[in-house]
């Protein structure tokens, strides 16, 4: 199934890796910001939700706080390409997992990733762990250090 291979995937990659993170499979979907703060108990502020673009044949996967919009200018800006708000289809083509389940990382070849400054308002947060309904709780500056690069404004 291809869902449960995303979050294999994911979990393989932490293993690999040693990074330290708390992953949960629960029985609801984790699939919006609110949906995951309410199943865990905490804030959808404490969500790092991933959105994906599309720029070109590629794909940018926005990393920022579940309270927060992303603003698509400011990452057309930054990347130096118009880049569009990503489709079901395309997410899953671009990025390897479904809508609700994309992670910050592992991704395909060629996927970068942004993460946005509004998440150091936390030393922990939860993202999307492959599935719609699997997640992991990360420390911010672990969560940096990992997907490389430097902290954005990328927000509304």
């Known amino acids: 199934m291809i869902i449960a291979e995303g979050s294999e995937r994911v979990a393989a990659y932490l293993r690999e890796r040693g990074i330290q993170a708390r992953v ?17 108990g905490c804030t959808v502020a404490e969500i ?22 992303v603003d698509q200018k400011k990452v057309s800006a930054l990347i130096g390409v118009r880049a569009g708000f990503a489709d079901a289809e395309a997410v899953r083509k671009l990025t390897g997992y479904p809508i609700g389940g994309v992670p910050p990382f592992p991704h395909k070849a060629g996927v970068r990733v942004l993460l946005d400054r509004s998440l150091t ?23 940096r250090d990992v997907v490389g690069g430097d902290l954005v404004d990328v927000a509304q």
């Open 48 to 69: 790092a939700k991933s959105i994906a673009f599309r720029a070109g044949d590629s794909a940018v996967v926005v990393v920022i706080s579940g309270d927060r919009r």
């Open 121 to 143: 308002r936390f030393s922990n947060v939860w993202a999307a762990a492959g599935t719609p309904n699997s997640v992991m709780q990360l420390d911010v500056a672990q969560l």
């Open 24 to 40: 949960a499979t629960l029985d609801e979907s984790t699939r919006t910001s609110q949906l995951a703060a309410d199943a865990l």
